[in-house]
């Protein structure tokens, strides 16, 4: 997060769902992959991020990329 800050970036690191006890449904339902591309989605429009970089590791990255794929005039793409 540092490293990002340091090189202009603005950054957020949530809980994804089920990573922590404050963000652990209580039905498996709740825990589809949808979910977590909404998720991204809505906590970029929150900050009032239209266009966002979007970065994401084991479970995140599933996420990120199909977040990327269905949302991608919304994420930047570097090339």
């Known amino acids: 997060m ?3 800050a340091a090189a202009g970036y603005r950054a ?3 809980d994804q769902r089920g ?6 449904p209580s039905e498996i339902a709740d ?3 949808d979910y977590g591309v909404n998720d991204v989605v809505a906590i970029a429009d ?3 991020w239209y266009k966002f970089d979007l970065v ?6 599933c996420v990120a ?3 990327a794929a269905r949302y991608e ?3 930047r793409r570097r090339r």
């Open 2 to 4: 540092l490293a990002l």
């Open 12 to 14: 957020v690191a949530p």
């Open 19 to 24: 990573y922590s006890p404050g963000v652990r």
């Open 31 to 33: 825990y589809g992959l």
């Open 46 to 48: 929150a900050l009032g």
């Open 56 to 61: 994401g590791h084991d479970w995140g990255a």
């Open 65 to 67: 990329w199909v977040a």
């Open 73 to 75: 005039y919304r994420v």
